[in-house]
């Protein structure tokens, strides 16, 4: 079987993840073979990199440098990038690395089919673009004249990214892609200190503190992204002030994902006093 690993200089989980791959490739001599793919990263920046970190010095892992062919074969838009093949010369996954251990490689090897998502990256996002616009504008006599505010699912192969301003139509919008409940909770209201505390300045009365948190020990990133990663789309008319428009994406955070929050002021462990948010679960909302 054949493991392409596709990485960049840029990115550190990749780079902290060679260890481990060269050492399973080790293990697996006979059954595997683990071949390194990046496209950016010349020869001469390479090897600065496995001179420079101890860990990466040992590494025997076969590279491929400034791809060009392997990438339009599998495509991506964020590393890292596995693509596993068998032995059959068929796909039989495309993940990210934190599927890479000894559990899954076995899977790989003596079963037919392994059911773990598809890494299925979306090409060219351009945030100013709205994602959501009117069907049938035909029925509208100014279809123009449009303000709306939405929430979805995660988008795959994005790290959370956004912008804020005038979108590519003219119109001015907050877009969030690839969120977590609490960074949409950030960008709304505006409060970087409390955020930047995360835990000690973020009380949760829910009955489910995963929806808020990943926990590594509890399975793996991408599947806790398809279950609680957001995107926040809103269109609104041109000289709204910018409290209103935040104060109307955390009501449609509120209600979404039926919640209530406010910030309130308290003594912190030291005895000054601090900003803190609360977030309570309304017993009668419907989680998402």
């Not at 598809?118 to 009117?134: A, F, G, S, T």
């Not at 926040?232 to 935040?246: L, Q, R, S």
């Not at 449609?252 to 803190?276: C, K, N, V």
Request: glycine share 4%.
């Amino acid at each position: 079987m054949v493991i392409l690993d596709f990485w960049e200089l840029s990115c550190t989980s990749c780079i902290a993840a060679l260890p481990k791959f060269d050492s399973l490739q080790k293990i697996y001599n006979n059954q595997i073979q683990v071949i390194t793919v990046t496209r950016y990263n010349t020869k001469e920046k390479t090897r600065q990199l496995l001179a420079r970190i101890p860990s990466l010095q040992n590494i025997s892992l076969p590279t491929v440098i400034q791809d060009s062919i392997l990438y339009k074969y599998f495509p991506f838009t964020a590393v890292s990038h596995l693509v596993w093949i068998g032995a059959d010369n068929v796909v039989k996954a495309i993940t990210a690395s934190e599927y890479f251990n000894s559990d899954n490689i076995e899977k790989a090897l003596y079963q037919t089919q392994v059911d773990w998502p598809i890494k299925n990256d979306v090409e060219h996002l351009d945030l100013k673009e709205p994602k959501l616009i009117l069907r049938e504008p035909q029925y509208f006599t100014n279809p123009d004249k449009v303000m709306y505010s939405a929430i979805t699912g995660n988008v795959a192969g994005y790290d959370a990214r956004g912008h804020q301003g005038l979108m590519n139509n003219q119109k001015p919008g907050i877009v969030r892609i690839n969120g977590s409940i609490l960074d949409l909770y950030s960008i709304a209201l505006k409060n970087s200190e409390i955020f930047r505390q995360r835990k000690s300045r973020i009380i949760l009365n829910v009955e489910d503190i995963d929806r808020f948190y990943y926990d590594r020990s509890k399975g793996y990133r991408t599947e806790w992204n398809q279950k609680n990663v957001y995107c926040y789309e809103c269109i609104y008319p041109a000289g709204v002030d910018e409290k209103i428009v935040f104060m109307k994406m955390k009501s449609d955070l509120d209600f979404f994902f039926g919640l209530e929050t406010y910030i309130e002021s308290r003594r912190s462990p030291d005895g000054a006093e601090a900003s803190y948010l609360i977030i309570n679960e309304k017993k009668t909302a419907t989680s998402h």
